[in-house]
């Protein structure tokens, strides 16, 4: 039995980063509890399907990216007691803590699609995914190929990480095809359960430019349900109140999982809202109801979009907020809901989007980041990884908030 100054519970990228900050100033005070050998570099999955980055490069050993000064227990927490301040863990120990800071992410429910785990493990059919580690080397050996038909890239009807994700990866694979001077046999389709491309005005009008100039056809509220293999059809129900469902057939699936909550969260409605993500604070992050609880990342309540970006802006604010509260002051800063999403539209394109919590654009360079660039595709291909596995992971990485500044200032002369 076990206790600490500092619980972080998930040792992904919000469990990480916050590790590594907590144990530079309390050493051998961290506890993480994380049950997972590998760590990997979720955004470089896209690129990995894309055939543009290689799947080694997205993994390290958990041993070697979780701060050395702190205690991992590889472990899953299988309950919490927050009045006892007290976790239990599949060893059947427990964590006693001070502060506990939940990183635990989303759970992907492949299960909930009929005929999607089948087709996953089937080499020789056309269904992918990018979304998990064991599915995501599969996907560009399945768009190479593919030379005619229907390429279906497919949206949950749940909240998800990196929203921008699906839809990426589609215009990767249509940037291939024309590549591959197939382009003309396949129809590309973008079946999205949301009501719009994307939730940023600025950048879904972008997105529909794109969509309309290389002829991506886009169905809103068109959300997938089921897969028969044998006849290689996807089911698909509209969402726009008329229920109806309908088949397409498809030579190329791709499909996005729907996710949610974990599962040992949800058993505990003390900590969740109602739909069973941790329920905090928009802008302390700190638990509505446990004064000793905080949350980051992907398992929070916050409704920003769920992206390491936001990570690595609600990481400052946290670690600050609670070393106030630990000296007794009042918690001064607050998350204003930063997120990003480079959506990559090629292999040599890039529509950087950042905004914050009312879906208005915040951008960090002095250029209409509303348009595709070079510079931000290789931002997304060789600088965020680098930034991620050298500042990030060790708690040295808080989001471009201070380039926003400075460019904010170069484009003010400008005027
Ligand atoms: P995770 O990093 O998923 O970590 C959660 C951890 O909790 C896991 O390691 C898990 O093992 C652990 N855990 C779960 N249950 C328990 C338990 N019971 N006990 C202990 N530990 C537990 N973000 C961007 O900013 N830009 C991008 O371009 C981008 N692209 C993406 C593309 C794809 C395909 C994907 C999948 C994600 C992408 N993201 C992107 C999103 C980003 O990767 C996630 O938002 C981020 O990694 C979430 O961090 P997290 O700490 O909340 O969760
Ligand atoms: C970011 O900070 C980050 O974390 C390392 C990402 O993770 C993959 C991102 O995708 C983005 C866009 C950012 C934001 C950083 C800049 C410079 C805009």
Redesign the pocket.
């Known amino acids: 039995h076990h206790s600490c100054k500092v619980l972080v ?8 980063s916050m590790a590594a900050k907590f144990a530079d100033k309390f050493k051998d005070q961290v506890i993480i ?4 050998e590998l ?8 690129l990995i ?1 894309g055939g543009i980055r290689s799947f080694e490069a997205s993994k390290r050993l958990m041993r070697d990216t979780l701060p050395k000064n702190a205690k991992w227990f590889q ?4 309950s919490f007691e927050p009045p006892q301040n007290q976790v239990t ?1 599949s060893s059947g120990d427990t964590v006693q803590y001070e502060i506990m800071i939940i ?5 992907l429910h492949w299960e909930k699609i009929p005929g999607l785990i089948e087709c996953l493990k089937d080499n020789m059919s056309g269904v992918c995914s ?2 998990g580690s064991d599915t ?1 080397t599969n996907v560009f050996p399945k768009i190479a190929r593919t030379k005619s038909g229907t390429a279906i890239f497919t949206f949950p009807n749940s909240p998800v ?2 929203p ?2 699906p839809q ?1 990866i589609a215009y990767i694979a249509e940037d291939y095809f024309r590549n591959q001077k197939v382009r003309d046999n396949v129809k590309v389709v973008y079946n999205t359960a949301l009501p719009v491309i994307f939730g940023v005005k600025k950048y879904a009008d972008a997105l529909w430019d794109v969509c309309k100039q290389r002829n991506i056809t886009v169905n809103v509220q068109t959300n997938l349900i089921e897969i028969d293999p044998a006849k290689e059809e996807a089911v698909f129900q509209k969402l726009d109140g008329s229920n109806e469902t309908f088949v397409e057939k498809y030579s190329l699936l791709h499909v996005c999982p729907p996710m949610g909550p ?1 599962d ?1 969260l949800k058993k505990h409605p003390s900590l969740t809202n109602e739909v069973g993500f941790l329920s905090v604070d928009p802008k302390t992050l700190r638990h509505t109801k446990y004064s000793n609880i905080y949350g ?4 929070i309540s916050a409704p920003n979009s ?6 690595a802006a609600q990481g400052k604010v946290l670690y600050k907020n609670i070393m106030d509260d630990l000296a007794g002051k009042p918690m001064t800063m607050a998350y204003n809901g930063y ?4 959506l990559v539209t090629g292999y040599r394109k890039c529509i950087l989007a950042e905004f914050d919590y009312n879906l208005k654009p915040l951008e960090t360079f002095p250029v209409d980041q509303g348009r595709e660039y070079f510079f931000t595709f290789i931002l ?1 291909a060789y600088v ?1 990884p680098l930034l991620y596995w050298t500042l990030m992971t060790r708690g040295k990485w808080d989001g471009p908030e201070f380039f926003r500044k400075y460019s904010s200032m170069i484009k003010k002369k400008e005027i």
């Not at 990997?40 to 896209?46: G, L, N």
């Open positions: 519970v998930g040792g992904g990228t919000g469990g990480c509890v994380e049950p997972n760590h990997y570099y979720q955004p470089m999955f896209t399907g472990e899953n927490v299988m863990m990183a635990m992410g989303l759970q990018i979304y995501v990480k990196c921008g994700a990426k974990p040992v980051i990342g992907d398992c769920k992206t390491m970006a936001a990570i997120s990003s999403c480079p997304k965020f």
